[in-house]
């Protein structure tokens, strides 16, 4: 049987039914309905904010939060991200500058970060691959001496914990992603967290057409918002996640026993004082005897189907050909480890034997 990157946590079937019945009795299927409602307040407690929005996916989030904050000019993020990151920023009208990558844990780099800061820039965009937490420290000292915004992409980083703070605790607001591969999924859905009291109604308006009242249209919004199956699959999904998490976390602990002080191998650091969410396990192959994509096709041909993920790096991308400034060439860092990562296949339900069997593979 072949093993997939990855498979969407459900619930079982009759905790669904027995969640959406009301919206057959109320025949209210959207607009902040009250499973809406009640999602964005249990959200609102576990990630430790006090306004989580939630929106029909996170990309449409971070494109609704870079146009309420009305921004203007360039933007400093990564380019080992996934397109959503890259592209939001340009659909918004603004220029992506990208800052390279630390070779340990992959997140952008503050040490390069200031050299990048010009008259235009007006936000950070950081990225917390993997649910790797950038150094949030350095990067919110950074931002605050020069004046700019501070927005995270945490579409990775959902329960991530760094001492007593969550993921959300850092920058202004922070973006979540609940995508059907994500370690929490509302099928499709995402969220912006954030403790600004206005902000929070910007967005709100936002996400549906700027409407305030039956007759109050106030902004030129969009529609982005979460259905009420969106978020009733979120009710349920919340009540699994920390077993959901453990059985990663086993996972995991496999895939690292059989594969740490393995040469040519290199695996991303726990920090002790981050409480992980395991949702990605990504290698780096550097002297490893094959290729990532040698590799890569080996794996896929024993019916094993890992993800390059990030490859290729958005600068690279074929749709930002000839623009200025999109050159893999100025972030080498992030260029190196995007010809060498893979993530492994990972999920809760991945028995041990099929982790063995990859790492068999893998170590032969
Ligand atoms: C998944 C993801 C997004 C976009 O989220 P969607 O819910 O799929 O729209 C943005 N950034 C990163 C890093 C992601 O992995």
């Given at each position: 049987?072949?093993?997939?990157?990855?498979?969407?946590?459900?619930?079982?079937?009759?905790?669904?039914?027995?969640?959406?019945?009301?919206?057959?009795?109320?025949?209210w299927l959207t607009n902040n309905g009250?499973?809406h409602?009640?999602?964005?307040?249990?959200?609102?407690?576990?990630?430790?904010?006090?306004?989580?929005l939630l929106f029909t996916n996170?990309?449409l989030a971070?494109e609704a939060l870079l146009r309420v904050?009305q921004?203007?000019?360039?933007?400093?993020?990564?380019?080992?991200?996934?397109?959503?990151?890259?592209?939001?920023?340009?659909?918004c009208?603004?220029?992506?500058?990208?800052?390279?990558?630390?070779?340990?844990?992959?997140?952008?780099?503050?040490?390069?970060?200031?050299?990048?800061?010009?008259?235009?820039?007006?936000?950070?965009?950081?990225?917390?691959?993997?649910?790797?937490?950038?150094?949030?420290?350095?990067?919110?000292?950074?931002?605050?001496?020069?004046?700019?915004?501070?927005?995270?992409?945490?579409?990775?980083?959902?329960?991530?914990?760094?001492?007593?703070?969550?993921?959300?605790?850092?920058?202004?607001?922070?973006?979540?992603?609940?995508?059907?591969?994500?370690?929490?999924?509302?099928?499709?859905?995402?969220?912006i967290?954030?403790?600004?009291?206005?902000l929070a109604e910007r967005l709100q308006r936002e996400r549906n057409y700027g409407i305030t009242g039956p007759d109050d249209i106030v902004d030129v919004g969009g529609n982005a918002k979460m259905s009420?199956?969106?978020?009733?699959?979120?009710?349920?999904?919340?009540?699994?996640?920390?077993?959901?998490?453990?059985?990663?976390?086993?996972?995991?602990?496999?895939?690292?026993?059989?594969?740490?002080?393995?040469?040519?191998?290199?695996?991303?650091?726990?920090?002790?004082?981050?409480?992980?969410?395991?949702?990605?396990?990504?290698?780096?192959?550097?002297?490893?005897?094959?290729?990532?994509?040698?590799?890569?096709?080996?794996?896929?041909?024993?019916?094993?189907?890992?993800?390059?993920?990030?490859?290729?790096?958005?600068?690279?991308?074929?749709?930002?050909?000839?623009?200025?400034?999109?050159?893999?060439?100025?972030?080498?860092?992030?260029?190196?480890?995007?010809?060498?990562?893979?993530?492994?296949?990972?999920?809760?339900?991945?028995?041990?034997?099929?982790?063995?069997?990859?790492?068999?593979?893998?170590?032969?």
């Amino acid at each position: 049987m072949g093993i997939l990157v990855t498979r969407s946590s459900m619930p079982p079937f009759e905790e669904y039914c027995t969640e959406i019945r009301e919206l057959w009795d109320s025949h209210w299927l959207t607009n902040n309905g009250g499973k809406h409602r009640e999602l964005e307040a249990r959200l609102a407690e576990k990630l430790g904010a006090k306004h989580v929005l939630l929106f029909t996916n996170g990309h449409l989030a971070l494109e609704a939060l870079l146009r309420v904050m009305q921004l203007k000019g360039e933007v400093i993020t990564t380019p080992f991200t996934f397109a959503s990151t890259t592209h939001a920023i340009t659909r918004c009208g603004l220029t992506p500058v990208f800052c390279d990558i630390r070779m340990d844990d992959y997140t952008l780099d503050p040490d390069k970060l200031e050299v990048l800061i010009t008259k235009r820039t007006c936000a950070i965009l950081p990225v917390h691959v993997y649910g790797n937490l950038c150094d949030v420290d350095a990067i919110g000292d950074i931002a605050r001496r020069h004046g700019l915004h501070l927005l995270y992409d945490a579409a990775h980083a959902f329960a991530v914990e760094k001492g007593s703070k969550g993921a959300a605790g850092f920058g202004e607001a922070a973006m979540f992603s609940f995508h059907a591969t994500k370690v929490f999924n509302t099928i499709e859905g995402g969220a912006i967290a954030c403790e600004d009291d206005e902000l929070a109604e910007r967005l709100q308006r936002e996400r549906n057409y700027g409407i305030t009242g039956p007759d109050d249209i106030v902004d030129v919004g969009g529609n982005a918002k979460m259905s009420e199956f969106q978020a009733a699959m979120g009710l349920c999904n919340l009540r699994h996640l920390d077993e959901e998490i453990a059985k990663r976390q086993q996972v995991c602990q496999r895939y690292r026993e059989r594969l740490s002080g393995v040469e040519g191998i290199r695996l991303c650091p726990q920090p002790e004082d981050v409480k992980p969410n395991y949702s990605y396990f990504p290698i780096v192959l550097d002297g490893y005897r094959k290729t990532r994509d040698g590799l890569f096709d080996e794996l896929t041909s024993e019916d094993i189907h890992a993800r390059k993920y990030f490859y290729p790096l958005t600068n690279a991308f074929a749709c930002y050909c000839g623009k200025t400034g999109f050159d893999p060439a100025a972030t080498p860092v992030a260029r190196r480890v995007a010809e060498r990562v893979m993530t492994l296949p990972l999920y809760a339900d991945l028995p041990l034997t099929d982790v063995d069997r990859i790492c068999d593979v893998i170590l032969r």
